[in-house]
Each structure stands twice: as structure tokens, then as C-alpha cells.
């Protein structure tokens, strides 16, 4: 039976959050570490908003929920919210948006580690609602007015549904004069298909995919679910993500706006090529483009005198199509016994694995000493 689209894409997380429990998930969830964001100590002392140059424009509607889109749309129009006394709840809400534009965005900032920022931001801030999840399974019939289905979700409460962090990952992006919009579309999996939100982003005058709730799944190893920040779905071209391995994604022609074909890349964003992993003390590539560099990354972490609970790495090998099914079992299975004892299961025969393939090759490798 085919279901609402609104109410559907509460069901990806879930379905994605299910596919990375190897030894079955709780609702425990551990915050991970943002390393991509600047610390307390980096912050700027006096931070410079540009949005407050621009023209004024008042945010209205006779609900909350109402004068949340309002706030959103002024913001994707280019203006300075203004606020009248029946707003002072959205008033309350924008003023938590600057906060973490001015604790996590610098002035020298250019437009790609400001998306940066509010992605891992907000990957690593807000919960994702599996109650309100729950609650759709029972067949509830949820309101669209629902927090968790608007920024209230995200800058109050701190925890969303991919269609509010979605839009507050747009509106923050906006406010900073770099446009974004939510995209409305399907999910599949090889068992599953469900309707789902993302984003686009123009950065460098080209559009991006940006799918902030995949990138802050969780995995359970016995010990409890744990987050994880990932970038596999960070700034991804259409032809990624609409032909990953896992995680497909295809945008509705009809609902809100897709700006296809407007100076889209074929290639995604070379997020990887600045990125490194510290296993022990000593740094490596994240992009791993030889056998050799994986084996030595798993020897380092064979060596390490702590436990290695991920690897936010991409495997891009020469010659290598990075999308299809299972491509680097071999590899995986040859770099494992350089760590000889880990604490999972790897039966390529039966699709478990001890990683997730992202679009473009990206791997989410587990790996415990």
C-alpha cells in the first residue's frame, strides 16, 4: 500500500540505522566527536552575520508551523527576517539558528566549510525522532505541524525527522547567503523502498546532494547503538546518488523545487581529498587508493593502544566501478588480517559486512582491536 510522502520519510532512517546494526540496535545513542567543527576556544569573538545587511522582510502565518515556513521561505528569497509581536516563538527560534552560525562559522569562512560546519553540525546535534517513528508504525495519524517535522524540531528540541533536518540544514545555509533547497524523492535499499528529503546546495556555482540524516547513522556492536559521522552522502553529484550501491536516491518531479540540470556536476565534491584519519596518534589519507595504503591503515590500528570504533575512509581505486555490490570484498577480507581479531562478522556470501558502501566508493569501515 502506498503511503503518504510526507509521513513516509520517517521510515529511511530507520531502515538505514537497522542496516548498520550487526548485532541488533538499542535506542542507546552516544553523541560522536565533531572533529570537522572549530572548537569553543576558535570561535569568533565578534562574528559577522551577512545576513543583517540585506532588506528587511516580515515573517507571518497564524500558526507556529505556519511562521517556521514563513522564516524559511524569507530566508531562501535572500531577506532579513523581521518579527511582529505574534512571532516572538519564531523570533525565539532564529536567534538559536545565529547562535550556531556564530559558534561554529568563522569570518574567513568560504561557502564550502560553511556548509561543511552546519552539516556536522547538525549530524552530530540532533537525535533522530524514533518515537515519533513509532508512532507512524502504529498507524497514528501525525500532523505535518509536528516539531519534528519542522526547525523547531532542530533548534529547540534537538531532534528531527529527515524532513526537519532537512529544512534546517537549508534555512542555515540560506541565512548565510548560500542557496538550498529541500528535496522531496524515494530512498531504496535492495529491500526496501520509502519516501525520503534531502537537500541541494550550490557551492563553487554548482548544485550538490547533501543528505544530512544518512550521514549520522548508528551502529551497534553488543554495546549499544553509537552514533557515527559520516560524509558519505556530503556534496554528492546526482549521478552518485541515484546510483549508489546502497541508499539509491530519486527526486519527485512534483513536489518543491529540484533545480536540474542547473550547472549540476557529473563528479561529486572531493570532500575526501582533505580529510585524514588519526588511528594512534599517527594521521592517513582518508581517500585510500591502494591495497597497500588500506593495509597499512588496519596494521595501525592492529598497533593502536586504543580501540578504533570507525573509519570515515573512501576506497577509490584505480579501475575499480565503486558502485556496485560487495567490489571490495576482497580487499576488505585481505587488510583484515592484518588486525587479526575484530569484533564482527564478515560473510560476504550472505551480504554481512563489516562496512557500507557510499556513493562514489565511500566505505564506513568498523573496526574494534
Not at 533548534?155 to 545555509?173: E, P, T
Not at 529541500?182 to 563553487?204: C, L, M, P, Q
Request: glycine share 8%; hydrophobic share 35%.
Amino acid at each position: 500500500m502506498k503511503k503518504s510522502k510526507t509521513l513516509s520519510v520517517l521510515s529511511v532512517a530507520a531502515v538505514f540505522f537497522a542496516s548498520l546494526c550487526l548485532f541488533g540496535c538499542s535506542q542507546k545513542s552516544t553523541p560522536p566527536t565533531p572533529v570537522h567543527l572549530i572548537s569553543e576556544s576558535e570561535a569568533e569573538k565578534n562574528p559577522v552575520r551577512g545576513i543583517d545587511e540585506r532588506q528587511p522582510k516580515k515573517v507571518t502565518g497564524e500558526t507556529f508551523a505556519a511562521r517556521q515556513q514563513s522564516l524559511s521561505e524569507v530566508l531562501a528569497e535572500g531577506f532579513k527576517p523581521t518579527f511582529d509581536e505574534s512571532g516572538k516563538d519564531v523570533l525565539e527560534l532564529y536567534s538559536e539558528m545565529r547562535k550556531v552560525a556564530d559558534r561554529y562559522i568563522k569570518n574567513s569562512f568560504g561557502d564550502y566549510e560553511r556548509v561543511h560546519a552546519f552539516h556536522d553540525y547538525i549530524a552530530t546535534s540532533v537525535e533522530y525522532d524514533d518515537k515519533l517513528y513509532d508512532r507512524y508504525l502504529s498507524g497514528e495519524d501525525i500532523p505535518k505541524e509536528h516539531d519534528s517535522f519542522n526547525l523547531s524540531g532542530v533548534f529547540l528540541n534537538g531532534k528531527a525527522v529527515c524532513d526537519g533536518i532537512g529544512k534546517a540544514f537549508a534555512a542555515l545555509c540560506n541565512m548565510e547567503g548560500i542557496r538550498c533547497v529541500s528535496i522531496y524523492g524515494e530512498y531504496t535499499s535492495d529491500t526496501v523502498t520509502a519516501a525520503h528529503s534531502w537537500n541541494k546546495v550550490r557551492v563553487d556555482g554548482k548544485w550538490y546532494n547533501v543528505d544530512v540524516t544518512l550521514d549520522s547513522a548508528r551502529a551497534d556492536f553488543g554495546n549499544g547503538a553509537q552514533s557515527f559521522l559520516h560524509h558519505g552522502f556530503f556534496m554528492v553529484s546526482d549521478r552518485a546518488i541515484e546510483n549508489a550501491a546502497f541508499g539509491r536516491h530519486k527526486a519527485f518531479e512534483d513536489i518543491g523545487l529540484n533545480p536540474e540540470n542547473e550547472a549540476t556536476p557529473k563528479e561529486s565534491y572531493p570532500v575526501y581529498e582533505g580529510l585524514t584519519v588519526d588511528i594512534g596518534g599517527e594521521k592517513f589519507s582518508a581517500k585510500v587508493e591502494t591495497a597497500e595504503e588500506l593495509n597499512a591503515i588496519l596494521r595501525a590500528v592492529k598497533g593502536a593502544k586504543r580501540t578504533v570504533g570507525k573509519l570515515d575512509i573512501r576506497l577509490a581505486f584505480d579501475g575499480i566501478n565503486p558502485n556496485r555490490v560487495g567490489v571490495f570484498d576482497s580487499q576488505i577480507e585481505a587488510a583484515l588480517k592484518e588486525v587479526g581479531r575484530y569484533d564482527f562478522a564478515f560473510d560476504a556470501s550472505a551480504s554481512v559486512r563489516p562496512y557500507i558502501q557510499y556513493p562514489d566508493g565511500v566505505i564506513v569501515l568498523f573496526v574494534y582491536k
